[in-house]
Every structure is written in structure tokens, then in C-alpha cells.
């Protein structure tokens, strides 16, 4: 029989194959059914096989005769591998189902079919990879093969300037990641992972290698301040492209920081914990703050994707001062919810951005302000849009609410931390996940509302019509997921049970023998939560509701013109708008967070002119931090490009000045 890691890289092989074979085939009309066809199908072989691992504590390691002449390659499958090869391949299966049907209103297929399985091909192999040089070569061509994505329709400018923004920020990243695994494999130049996980990191190094991580890593995931690139990438790639970069490559980064600071680094500080509390906190609240401002729907998720990087953060920042007090079942409660969430997002942001490629397939508009009254047009897509959104707003009893909740149960484990920095700040940074959580309901109410209830706001939103059964099928699919493992959370929590004894020495106790399904994290005179229970209780409970609005209401009913203000054909234009819901809670954040001024002109009585408001926020990151950054990238190259036209004899001199100061150094240095 085979081994696990033996046939992962077989599979992986298949996608790297089909995506050369996409460019020879990608202009035949039969391209996108063959390409998304075979990269489904290897997608839930491969999930097959690492939930297969993970459940049955499978593992396995290869080395082939690749990369680097005195290492090779080294592959790896582990219980932290084997969990997120499977959230990779869960969000890479339904992002290709997505696209068979999706992918026919492509433009420019070729730009799309080669790069989306290498981009699967290229996230399997950062989790599998098992030394630096694999590790890093795999994260470059993951990066690569979605900046081809993101530039699929470079016509556009803003689509062209996301993706050079994208491409700085990635290779920006990678940079610090090959600094930080440098750091680690030393004079020695010990690349393979074991090589790092059995040797001894002096405290300075240590320190190092955190930042190092943060950077390359929290990039990549969408950490604030390093967030920048997201915004504006994820929405300027196809929607199952962007699904796939938003709820999978993000995780894949949380694999990263995972495997070299939970991993490879040894014992950690508490003082780290600190660190990644505070960066997760204020991401979250900044991310669902940007979300609740946007009209573009593509763009909310994107700023929600960042609200939901925070979460995990804030778990990991609580995983780590538990982790280094000795407390190993704080801190297996804290990875639990991490990697809980890890899974959940993948869920629900993936199905999110399918139903927005839905509406904007059926509209040709992201715009929320033009959408309206798609429920009635479009009623399988809002069904499992409305899904989606009760998931990440935390609702029970989907999945979303078991791990925002499992991480609420960790922060209130805070109190026995014996450092009185970890004391008072982590309370604060579970108010910052409250609010987070709230403004997430509301960003979410505000983006269901808007985009599909009401009346059109445009004709391309009157005219919509229901996408194909690939598309639905993907979303219904997802959908289930999330009602399915927010109702039975105890089986998730046992399966991730060998992920936190791996990494923290402790595991959550079993799930699976508690009675009636319930979750008890800690001990049942604590909490407990019974996701099936809620569900039951809803379900009956708007069963009963509407039996009785139907047998005694019904006949009250009467249908008449809504109130119009003494106007008689009202506009759906005076429906309630995206910005008038935020506006409450862009004034009282705003002028701290945005800068937003509001400018209003109010015509005189008597005239019918209309009056005008005028909403002008910023980003204070972007404009304080990367624009004085790259106005000086853009004046030193302006200067240095006058070394182009240096004649023979001058680069002669240019070249010996450089050798006799490297000497210098050199010498100093020794």
C-alpha cells in the first residue's frame, strides 16, 4: 500500500500536469468543463486522503532528489498538514464545481484555466513541504499563479494597479520569510524542517524570527497594518478566484506562522501572546469597520476576510501566553478555536464570494447601491447568501458561533495567567472581539438587505434570472456544510484534538461520548453548548410561528401602495441605501478611523432642487504608511535611473568602488 505523502505528491503531480495541459487547451470551448472537472476531482481525492490522515493519525515523509543538490526535497504529512490540506482541498473542490458552471461567462479563459491549478498544486505543496528551500519555492509559486489570476482582466486599471500592489506586498513577504528560515537553519545551514525543530534558537534569534514571521506571514494572511494588498486584490479576480484567496490562501499563510512559531521555534514567550492580541484585535475591529463602509460587495468580504484573520490571531495570541505559562488545556482550548475558525471561515467566505460572482453574473453589477429585490429573481442564491451571512455573523446555530464562542470561553480563562500585562489586556481585546462580532452582524444585515430584499434599484437587477446548477450546487453545498458542522461541533473538535497535542501538549477533552452532541470545553458547571438543541428549537419555533401566522392571521391581511410620502410613484431609489444604514456608525467611528467628513447642500425652501451630501473618508494606513513609502521608491528610482547611461569607463570605476567598500565591510566585520 502506498504511502499517505506518496500518493498527496501523485495527486498534487495530476494538477501541476492539468495546468500545463490547460494552455495548450485552454481556447477550446470543451477547456473549462476538463480543467475545473479534473482539478475537482483531484481536489476531493486529496481531501479524502488527508481527512483520512487526520482522523486516523496517519503519517508519512518523502524526500526526493529535487531543489537544493545537498538537501533534496522534503515532503511531510502530519496531523498540522493533514488538517489544513483538508481545508485546502474542501474550499479547492467547491471552488471548482463553482467554476464549471461559472467559468463559461469567463472572457479570457486562457488567462484563468492554467493558473487555477497550479495555484491548487501550489497550496498543497507549501502544506506538504517539509525544508525551506521546498517551502519557500512552493509560497512563490502559490503567489505567482494567483497574481496571474488577480491580472485576468489587466484592461482594467484598477484590476492592473491591485495586482502590482499584490505582487510588491507578496515578494515583500517572501523576503522576510527567507530571512526568518535563514535565521533558523544558522551557520550550519540546517534547511530541513527537523533539522530547525531539534536545534537551539538563542533568545535574540527568537525574537527575530517572530517579527520575521509576522511579516511574511501576517502579509500574506492580511494582518493590519500589512492588509492593503487584499482589498484590492481579492475583489479583482474571478469570484471563485477570489474565493479561494480569501477563505484558503489566507489559511495557508496561518499554516506558515503555525508551523515555524508553534513548530519549529521551540518554547515560546509570553510576551508574544501579547503581541498577537493586540495586532489581532485592532485587525478585526479595523477590518469589519472598512467592511461596513463599502458598497462594493466583492470589497466587504474582502475587509471581512481581515475581521476574520483578527479572530484567529487573537486565538493564537491566547494559544501562546497559555502555552508558555504551562497551562496546556488554556492553550488547546485557545488552538481549538483558531483552528476551528480556520475551517469556518473557509466555509462561509468561500460561499459568500460564490453568491456575490452570482449577482454579479446575473447583474454584471458589484455595486449594492444599483442591486435590490434579487431574493424574488434569484431565491436559491439569497437562500444560501442568507446562509452564509448568519455563519460569519456568528449566529447559532452555525458554525460560525462555535468558534467565536470557543474563543470567548478562552479569553475567560485569562484571570489565572499569572503576568499582569496578559491580565489586563486580554479582557480589553474580548471587548475589541464583541464589537467586532456586532458590527460583523451589521455589516452583513446591511449587505443581504440591500442586495437582495427590497425593489430593484436598477434594470440589470429587475432583469436577473438564477445562475446554472454548478453554481447553485457549490453554494447549497457549502451552505449544508455550515449549518451541518455548527450542529455537530464535537466531531470537529475531536478531529483537531491530535493538531493541539502536536503543538501545545494538550487537547480539549473528547467530544464525541458527551450526551445529547453537547460541547463542554472545560467542564459542564462552566458552559456547555448543544448546536443540535438550538437548531431544533429554532426550526420547531418558526415552524409553530408560521403555522399560526397562517391559520389566524392570514385573513387580516391586506395589500395596499406603501406610504410615499404624498408622492405617487416613489423611486426605488428612496429605499433605505448601503450608506444611509452605515452612516450611524460612520459618524461615530469615522472621524477617528476613516477621517470621513460629511459635506451636506440643502437647497432654500421652496426649491425642488435635490440636496446633496458628500461622505470623504480615508485611509489613514495607506496614506500615512505606503504612500510617503512609495513616493520614495519612486524618487530614488528617478535618481538612480541615471546609472542606465553611465559610459564604459564610469561603470568600470562604479564596479571597482563597490568591490573596495565590500572589502572594507569585510574587514571591519572580521
Not at 495546468?19 to 479524502?48: D, E, F, K, N, Q
Not at 494606513?621 to 547611461?645: G, H, K, S, T
Request: hydrophobic share 60%.
Amino acid at each position: 500500500m502506498m504511502e499517505p505523502a506518496t500518493i498527496l505528491l501523485a495527486l498534487i503531480a495530476v494538477l501541476l500536469v492539468t495546468a500545463v495541459a490547460a494552455v495548450a487547451i485552454a481556447r477550446l470551448p470543451a477547456a473549462t468543463a476538463i480543467v475545473y472537472g479534473a482539478c475537482a476531482a483531484v481536489s476531493a481525492v486529496l481531501l479524502a486522503v488527508a481527512v483520512a490522515a487526520l482522523i486516523g493519525g496517519r503519517t508519512g515523509q518523502l524526500v526526493l532528489p529535487l531543489g537544493l543538490p545537498w538537501l533534496g526535497a522534503h515532503f511531510r504529512l502530519d496531523s498540522l498538514s493533514a488538517f489544513f490540506l483538508t481545508v485546502v482541498n474542501l474550499g479547492g473542490a467547491a471552488a471548482s464545481l463553482y467554476g464549471l458552471g461559472y467559468g463559461r461567462h469567463e472572457s479570457a479563459p486562457h488567462r484563468v484555466l492554467p493558473f487555477f491549478a497550479a495555484f491548487l498544486a501550489g497550496m498543497n505543496l507549501v502544506v506538504v513541504a517539509a525544508d525551506a528551500f521546498s517551502f519557500l519555492l512552493s509560497w512563490e509559486f502559490m503567489s505567482l499563479a494567483s497574481w496571474a489570476m488577480v491580472l485576468t482582466h489587466h484592461r482594467d486599471p484598477d484590476n492592473a494597479r491591485a495586482a502590482l500592489v499584490y505582487l510588491v506586498m507578496a515578494g515583500f513577504g517572501t523576503m522576510a520569510l527567507l530571512l526568518a528560515f535563514g535565521l533558523m537553519a544558522g551557520p550550519g545551514g540546517g534547511y530541513a524542517f527537523e533539522a530547525m525543530r531539534s536545534a537551539a534558537h538563542a533568545p535574540s534569534t527568537t525574537v527575530l524570527v517572530f517579527a520575521l514571521m509576522l511579516l511574511g506571514a501576517g502579509s500574506k494572511a492580511g494582518l493590519v497594518p500589512l492588509h492593503v494588498w487584499l482589498p484590492l486584490a481579492h475583489p479583482a479576480a474571478p469570484s471563485h478566484v477570489s474565493a479561494l484567496m480569501s477563505g484558503v490562501m489566507t489559511k495557508v499563510a496561518v499554516y506558515g506562522f503555525l508551523r515555524v512559531v508553534f513548530d519549529l521555534m521551540g518554547d515560546p514567550a509570553w510576551w508574544a501572546g501579547i503581541v498577537l492580541l493586540a495586532l489581532g484585535g485592532a485587525t478585526a475591529v479595523l477590518g469589519i469597520l472598512h467592511a461596513l463602509m463599502e458598497r462594493d460587495l466583492k470589497r466587504l468580504l474582502a475587509y471581512s476576510t481581515i475581521e476574520n484573520i483578527g479572530v484567529i490571531f487573537v486565538s493564537l495570541g491566547l494559544a501562546l501566553a497559555f502555552s508558555a505559562n504551562a497551562m496546556a488545556w488554556a492553550a488547546a482550548l485557545a488552538l481549538t478555536a483558531a483552528l476551528f475558525h480556520v475551517l469556518n471561515h473557509a466555509l462561509f467566505k468561500s460561499l459568500l464570494f460564490f453568491g456575490a460572482g452570482a449577482v454579479l453574473t446575473a447583474t454584471a453589477t458589484r455595486d449594492m447601491e444599483r442591486l435590490g429585490g434579487l431574493i424574488h429573481r434569484m431565491p436559491v442564491t439569497s437562500l444560501a447568501f442568507l446562509g452564509g451571512s448568519a455563519a460569519i455573523s456568528a449566529l447559532p446555530p452555525f458554525n460560525g458561533f462555535v468558534s467565536e464562542w470557543l474563543a470567548f470561553q478562552a479569553i475567560l480563562q485569562s484571570p489565572q495567567l499569572p503576568q499582569w500585562g496578559l491580565k489586563i489586556l486580554v479582557p480589553a481585546v474580548g471587548g475589541l472581539l464583541a464589537l467586532a462580532a456586532a458590527l460583523a452582524a451589521a455589516a452583513f444585515v446591511r449587505a443581504f438587505g440591500v442586495t437582495f430584499l427590497g425593489r430593484p434599484r436598477s434594470p440589470a437587477s429587475g432583469d436577473a434570472r438564477e445562475v446554472d446548477r454548478f453554481s447553485l450546487a457549490a453554494m447549497l453545498a457549502l451552505a449544508v456544510l455550515c449549518l451541518l458542522v455548527g450542529i455537530l461541533p464535537g466531531f470537529v473538535i475531536d478531529a483537531l484534538a491530535p493538531v493541539t497535542r502536536a503543538l501545545v501538549g494538550g487537547a480539549m477533552p473528547a467530544q464525541a461520548h458527551v450526551p445529547w452532541l453537547s460541547v463542554v470545553p472545560v467542564a459542564e458547571s462552566r458552559s456547555s453548548y448543544n448546536g443540535l438543541l438550538v437548531f431544533l428549537f429554532i426550526a420547531a419555533s418558526a415552524w409553530l410561528a408560521a403555522i399560526l401566522v397562517h391559520r389566524f392571521a392570514s385573513h387580516e391581511l391586506r395589500r395596499g401602495p406603501a406610504w410615499d410620502c404624498g408622492f405617487p410613484d416613489p423611486s426605488p431609489a428612496t429605499q433605505y441605501t448601503a450608506g444611509s444604514f452605515a452612516q450611524p456608525i460612520r459618524r461615530v467611528f469615522g472621524s477617528v478611523v476613516f477621517q470621513a467628513r460629511e459635506t451636506v447642500a440643502m437647497p432654500p425652501p421652496g426649491d425642488t432642487a435635490p440636496a446633496r451630501l458628500v461622505v470623504e473618508m480615508h485611509d489613514p494606513i495607506w496614506e500615512r504608511l505606503y504612500a510617503p513609502i512609495a513616493a520614495a521608491v519612486d524618487f530614488a528610482a528617478l535618481r538612480l535611473n541615471r546609472l542606465q547611461f553611465l559610459t564604459i569607463r564610469r561603470y568600470l570605476v562604479l564596479v571597482f568602488l563597490s568591490l573596495v567598500f565590500l572589502l572594507a565591510v569585510l574587514a571591519l566585520w572580521s
